[in-house]
């Protein structure tokens, strides 16, 4: 890469003695150790510096087969990383790849290296590697170390005549910890297809982009503080460079997803780690025109989709698909046919939304409604009525979507009038349809008998479902109401379900009013809070006595502290309560927590005392002495050992 000039003018009047700097010759083996140990992350330095020197070789010569990278396995702890490129000769070694800071690559901005210090890089994470260089016809053994006052030594091991290719093969030693795999996956997700292979395999690449031009993609990862350990990269050369947080910020108030840019090579500067950035002059307006560039490119993208739209609400799908991406109308508003694209609609409706997360409050009256729910809903129109639709109505707009071949759906808009017109992509049906529409009245479960039930059905994800249930269904009901925490009714719903197909229940939530109605129609039903105190039941049953007498003890005494200590003692029973401490307290730990947590699904609070009740009398109660001796583990004295074999000598 051609390096950027520093941009420093020189003006001076001054004509006094000129010094010109030079390196200290007898400190070069300390420049030396400070140019090798640039890295804060010594793997990825490794793995960065010698794939895109490889990378480099394979652009000078036009090769097109990609360059291999072999991992450290179990077997062979060793990093390879080879290219079929220029290779290098003994003179090459020699004049260039020994010196630091020598380099061909200057001269050209089609190759990313130019500092002439990543081929060193691998003494920053190991005390010597080797290079197997092949160069017309000849091939070369070099072993790279480094000396006892921290330069770079290397020793031509062996020169042969060869047929094979040229090329460069690095092999580094590795530690069995090592994290190679983790970071070559995120390295190379940035690379093209086909550009290079890890263990025989080509890496995943980043993922589903949007390429808005000019090299700018958008990813499909939101930002959130889930994915903060995301950023949003410049990549030059094959290298990712994270995007600084000042201008990172800048792209949030516009994406909100994460993005990738490829710039061209010597566009934007680094540090000579080659980790980050360097925020020069330059890079600075580099980087804030690149976002404006951005911005403009967006627009583009957006104009071209929308133009090839043919219906209005074919553009209203594509302008609030936009809209979810981020906010790109700063500049200009997104327009369809000469016409503003609206981000909502301003109407009083009634809104039905079976898709609610929190709670079982559905239906509410609204005064706007927004484009991306348009896209999901059955619009009623001509509803004058200033009360919420009955569930009666709701299932007559289902029964109207199944006769008219619509599959259902969860969002229902009531309004007096079409109040979003061309732009809609909902189902559209008149009130007086749905009116007319006729529902069944009873439902066949069984031969002579015929009822139908008002209740939902809960199931695995904590939403509610409308179905009947066969006679010999078991079933466990609850009112909404009598949920410990209304904000959380659909977490409690969900641990519900999973208890009822533990214990082979149906779950149905419903009114209090209709509890008697429901007991009547399927006899053995129970209610939801006794079902929870039966699998609570089976639960605490199957632990042991002699387990949950140890946890009530171990909750006042350091009894794990004896473990190993208590050689000599006669009582074995005693022995053997303090070896199995541990995993008796670990068990009823994690059954006690689990049940506890289901008990407070409906507010109540259950001790210890009430699910845990055992007369198991333990050897450990035998010695009252014992819990004062309890933590000083390997301390215990003899006289200890003694009293513990009188006592059990007195007891038997």
């Known amino acids: 890469m051609i390096p950027s000039a520093t941009g420093i003018k020189r003006a001076s009047t001054f004509t006094g003695q000129s010094i010109e700097m030079t390196i200290d010759t007898n400190s070069l083996a300390h420049i030396m150790s400070v140019l090798t140990n640039l890295y804060s992350d010594p793997e990825m330095a490794v793995l960065r510096e010698y794939s895109c020197n490889a990378r480099d070789s394979h652009l000078a010569v036009g090769q097109t087969r990609p360059i291999e990278i072999t991992l450290p396995s179990n077997f062979e702890q060793y990093l390879v990383i080879e290219d079929f490129g220029l290779g290098l000769s003994i003179d090459d070694i020699t004049e260039i790849y020994s010196r630091y800071g020598a380099s061909t690559k200057r001269g050209t901005n089609e190759q990313t290296g130019m500092l002439g210090l990543g081929s060193?890089?691998?003494?920053?994470?190991?005390?010597?590697?080797?290079?197997?260089?092949?160069?017309?016809?000849?091939?070369?053994?070099?072993?790279?170390?480094?000396?006892?006052?921290?330069?770079?030594?290397?020793?031509?091991?062996?020169?042969?005549?060869?047929?094979?290719?040229?090329?460069?093969?690095?092999?580094?030693?590795?530690?069995?910890?090592?994290?190679?795999?983790?970071?070559?996956?995120?390295?190379?997700?940035?690379?093209?297809?086909?550009?290079?292979?890890?263990?025989?395999?080509?890496?995943?690449?980043?993922?589903?982009?949007?390429?808005?031009?000019?090299?700018?993609?958008?990813?499909?990862?939101?930002?959130?503080?889930?994915?903060?350990?995301?950023?949003?990269?410049?990549?030059?050369?094959?290298?990712?460079?994270?995007?600084?947080?000042?201008?990172?910020?800048?792209l949030e108030n516009v994406s909100r997803k994460y993005c990738v840019f490829y710039v061209p090579m010597g566009d934007v500067d680094f540090v000579p780690s080659r980790e980050e950035m360097n925020l020069t002059p330059r890079t600075k307006q580099y980087l804030s025109d690149l976002i404006d560039r951005f911005i403009v490119n967006v627009g583009k993208t957006v104009a071209t989709e929308i133009n090839g739209c043919t219906e209005f609400p074919e553009a209203l799908a594509v302008a609030t698909k936009w809209r979810s991406v981020g906010n790109f109308e700063q500049k200009q508003k997104?327009?369809?046919?000469?016409?503003?694209?609206?981000?909502?609609?301003?109407?009083?409706?009634?809104?039905?939304?079976?898709?609610?997360?929190?709670?079982?409050?559905?239906?509410s009256k609204e005064?706007?409604?927004?484009?991306?729910?348009?896209?999901?809903?059955?619009?009623?129109?001509?509803?004058?009525?200033?009360?919420?639709?009955?569930?009666?109505?709701?299932?007559?707009?289902?029964?109207?979507?199944?006769?008219?071949?619509?599959?259902?759906?969860?969002?229902?808009?009531?309004?007096?009038?079409?109040?979003?017109?061309?732009?809609?992509?909902?189902?559209?049906?008149?009130?007086?349809?749905?009116?007319?529409?006729?529902?069944?009245?009873?439902k066949s479960v069984s031969a002579g008998t015929t009822r139908t039930y008002d209740w939902d059905t809960v199931q695995n994800n904590g939403n509610l479902k409308q179905e009947n249930l066969p006679d010999t269904t078991k079933v466990a009901y609850y009112s909404p109401t009598a949920l410990n925490d209304n904000d959380y009714r659909m977490s409690h719903r969900s641990k519900l379900y999973a208890i009822g197909q533990a214990m082979g229940y149906t779950l149905v939530e419903a009114s209090a009013g209709r509890f008697a109605r429901l007991v009547r129609e399927i006899p053995n039903a129970i209610t939801a809070q006794e079902m929870v105190k039966q699998y609570i039941t089976a639960r605490t049953s199957k632990l042991s006595s002699r387990d949950v007498a140890m946890y009530h003890y171990s909750s006042y005494a350091d009894v794990g502290s004896l473990k190993g200590h208590l050689d000599g003692v006669k009582d074995t029973r005693l022995v053997a309560e303090v070896d199995d401490y541990t995993f008796a307290n670990k068990t009823v730990s994690n059954v006690w927590s689990s049940v506890r947590d289901d008990s407070r699904i409906f507010g109540e609070y259950f001790s210890t005392n009430d699910l845990l009740a055992t007369d198991y009398e333990l050897s450990l109660t035998q010695y009252p002495l014992l819990r004062s001796i309890m933590g000083l583990g390997e301390n215990i004295v003899d006289e200890v050992i003694i009293y513990l074999n009188a006592k059990y000598e007195m007891n038997n």
């Open 120 to 250: 060193k890089s691998a003494l920053t994470y190991a005390t010597q590697f080797t290079m197997t260089a092949v160069k017309d016809g000849v091939r070369s053994e070099v072993l790279i170390s480094v000396k006892v006052d921290g330069s770079g030594k290397m020793e031509v091991m062996d020169t042969v005549t060869t047929n094979e290719p040229n090329g460069v093969r690095i092999t580094i030693p590795s530690s069995p910890q090592n994290k190679f795999a983790e970071k070559a996956s995120r390295f190379f997700q940035y690379w093209a297809e086909g550009t290079v292979l890890v263990n025989g395999e080509q890496p995943e690449t980043i993922g589903d982009l949007t390429d808005i031009g000019d090299g700018m993609f958008i990813t499909d990862t939101e930002r959130s503080w889930q994915t903060r350990e995301y950023n949003d990269i410049i990549v030059m050369g094959g290298v990712p460079y994270p995007v600084p947080s000042e201008y990172k910020s800048k």
């Open 334 to 363: 997104f327009t369809f046919r000469g016409l503003g694209i609206p981000i909502y609609f301003e109407h009083k409706h009634w809104l039905y939304d079976g898709t609610y997360q929190y709670g079982s409050r559905k239906q």
């Open 367 to 442: 005064y706007r409604a927004t484009a991306q729910k348009l896209g999901k809903s059955v619009f009623v129109h001509g509803y004058t009525s200033d009360s919420s639709p009955s569930k009666t109505i709701r299932e007559k707009v289902w029964k109207w979507l199944e006769n008219n071949g619509h599959d259902k759906r969860d969002i229902i808009i009531y309004s007096d009038t079409d109040f979003v017109g061309a732009w809609s992509t909902a189902i559209k049906v008149d009130y007086a349809d749905v009116k007319a529409t006729k529902l069944p009245t009873t």
